[in-house]
C-alpha cells in the first residue's frame, strides 16, 4: 500500500499588528530624521547671518578705527552721536553719514551707514563728498555708533559699533544703552524665523596721530 503523505509547509506571512508596528518604527525614524535636518538647517543659516553681522561690525569698526589713526584732521560733525538721528561725521578727509534706528514700532526702523570721500581733510562736513559707499548689507541696521574722545586724553577715542541683522518682527527692544543713550535692540528667540536674526557689537579705543 503507497501512503502518499503531504507535507505540511508553515509558510508564515506578516500579520496586520506587525505591519502596523513597522510603519510606526518607520514613521518615527523619517520623522526624528526631518526634525534633525531642520535644526541642522536653522543652526547653519543662523551662523551664516550671525557670521555675515560680526564681519559688518568689525569692519566698520576697523574702518573708523583707522580714519582716527591715519587721519590728517580732528573728528569733526555730530559727536557724540546722538540717539535716534540722521547725521554725519567726518574724520579727516573720510564723511560718515549714517541713521541711527528708533524704538520699535513708533520710530523709523530704517538706518544706514555709508561712507564718502571728502576733497580735503578740512572740508566742511555738512557737505556730502564723492564715491558713497554703503557700510551695511540689506536687513542690517544701526543699534549703536558711538564715536567719543575719552575725557581727560589729549587723542583717545573709544568706538562702539553695534548692529543688527533682522526684519522688524524678529526683534524686540532692549531699552536705552546707559552709555551712548542710544535705543537698542536685540534679537527675540521666541518667534518664528529666529535663525534669520544676529546681533554683533564691538568695542575699542584709539589713539590719533595729531
Known amino acids: ?24 518604527v518607520f514613521s518615527t525614524v523619517i520623522i526624528t530624521v526631518s526634525v534633525m535636518l531642520v535644526q541642522i538647517s536653522r543652526m547653519y543659516y543662523k551662523g551664516t547671518v550671525l557670521s555675515k553681522t560680526q564681519n ?68 566742511d562736513c555738512s557737505v556730502p563728498g564723492s564715491d558713497s559707499k554703503d557700510m551695511l ?6 543699534n549703536t555708533l558711538y564715536v567719543s574722545r575719552v575725557t581727560g586724553s589729549s587723542g583717545l577715542y573709544r568706538i562702539i559699533v553695534d548692529i543688527v541683522y533682522g526684519e522688524d518682527e524678529l526683534l524686540t ?12 535692540q536685540s534679537c527675540d528667540g521666541q518667534v518664528a524665523g529666529s535663525q534669520w536674526c544676529a546681533r554683533s557689537r564691538y568695542e575699542t579705543f584709539v589713539s590719533t596721530r595729531l
Do not use: Q, W
Open 1 to 24: 500500500m503507497v501512503v502518499n503523505r503531504v507535507k505540511n509547509l508553515n509558510n508564515k506571512g506578516y500579520t496586520i499588528v506587525e505591519l502596523l508596528v513597522a510603519t510606526a
Open 56 to 123: 559688518s561690525a568689525r569692519e566698520i569698526t576697523e574702518d573708523i578705527s583707522n580714519s582716527l589713526k591715519f587721519g590728517s584732521s580732528a573728528v569733526r560733525g555730530d559727536m557724540p552721536i546722538p540717539a535716534n538721528a540722521t547725521g554725519s561725521f567726518c574724520i579727516g578727509s573720510i564723511r560718515y553719514k549714517y541713521s541711527i534706528i528708533g524704538v520699535l514700532p513708533v520710530a523709523p526702523t530704517t538706518s544706514a551707514l555709508s561712507r564718502e570721500k571728502l576733497n580735503n581733510p578740512n572740508a
Open 137 to 142: 548689507d540689506d536687513n542690517m541696521r544701526i
Open 173 to 184: 527692544s532692549l531699552g536705552s544703552d546707559a552709555e551712548t543713550g542710544h535705543n537698542l
